[in-house]
Nanobody, 129 residues
Framework: QVQLVESGGGLVQAGDSLRLSCATS????????MGWFRQAPGKEREFVTG????????YYADSAAGRFAISRDNAKNTVYLQMNSLKPEDTAVYYC??????????????????????WGRGTQVTVSS
């Protein structure tokens, strides 16, 4: 079993930056493919970005491309989401997710929630205009 804990959320103004972290604990003998999702009030959970288990592959939703950056530090069992130029429409609860192997490849990024088996409890990001 693996536990995911997100941190770094908060209240910021439009144009500001935030860096979210997702720390993995528990069964850390495996390296996981990771993803970030978000859910705004009244909306479905949506994919934001993901990174392959090796870190060699990343993928961004259109809403995140060019503003957000995902990275991972496998030695620290932590994944990061750097969010720049935040907009009010980025307001949501951000969830970290992990998927155990096997993997399609070292660079494949999983993009749908059903592919991930482990989830954190989320961290709130609020962007004021």
């Amino acid at each position: 079993q693996v536990q995911l804990v997100e941190s770094g959320g908060g209240l910021v103004q439009a144009g500001d930056s935030l860096r979210l972290s997702c720390a993995t604990s528990g069964r850390t003998d495996s390296v996981y493919a990771m993803g970030w999702f978000r859910q705004a009030p009244g909306k479905e959970r949506e994919f934001v970005t993901g990174i392959s288990w090796s870190g060699g592959g990343t993928y961004y939703a259109d809403s995140a491309a060019g503003r957000f950056a995902i990275s991972r530090d496998n030695a620290k069992n932590t994944v990061y989401l750097q969010m720049n130029s935040l907009k009010p429409e980025d307001t949501a609860v951000y969830y970290c997710a992990a998927k155990r192997g096997p993997y399609l490849s070292g660079s494949y990024v999983y993009k749908t929630a059903v592919e991930y088996g482990y989830w954190g409890r989320g961290t709130q990001v609020t962007v004021s205009s």
